[in-house]
């Protein structure tokens, strides 16, 4: 069982940054790869960034390539996503999830443990 909490949103202005943390509680996080996702209003939830169990494998939607970063500290139990030159289209709630297993993938449905969720606001 992995429990999973989000924290670092908030309200930006467009050009500005962020950095989002997922940690997780348990031994054994080490085992999971972790994805971000989010979801805006009257929209679907869409994959954001993941990374493999180790962290030597990371992945990008197009829409935020060249813009986000992910990276790990699993002796701290933690995700991070740090995100730059955000866009009034990043506003969203983003969620952490983990999947048992080597790689992250971009399916939601592949994901047995989510956060809350936090929200991230970007003005204009």
């Known amino acids: 069982q992995v429990q999973l909490v989000e924290s670092g949103g908030g309200l930006v202005q467009a050009g500005g940054s962020l950095r989002l943390s997922c940690t997780a509680s348990g031994r054994t996080f080490r085992r999971y790869a972790v994805g971000w996702f989010r979801q805006a209003p009257g929209k679907e939830r869409e994959f954001v960034s993941g990374i493999s169990r180790g962290g030597g494998t990371t992945d990008y939607a197009d829409s935020v390539k060249g813009r986000v970063t992910i990276s790990r500290d699993n002796a701290e139990n933690t995700v991070y996503l740090q995100m730059n030159t955000l866009k009034p289209e990043d506003t969203a709630v983003y969620s952490c999830?983990?999947?048992?297993?080597?790689?992250?993938?971009?399916?939601?449905?592949?994901?047995?443990?989510w956060g809350q969720g936090t929200q991230v606001t970007v003005s204009s």
């Open positions: 999830a983990a999947q048992y297993g080597t790689i992250a993938t971009f399916r939601a449905n592949d994901y047995s443990f």
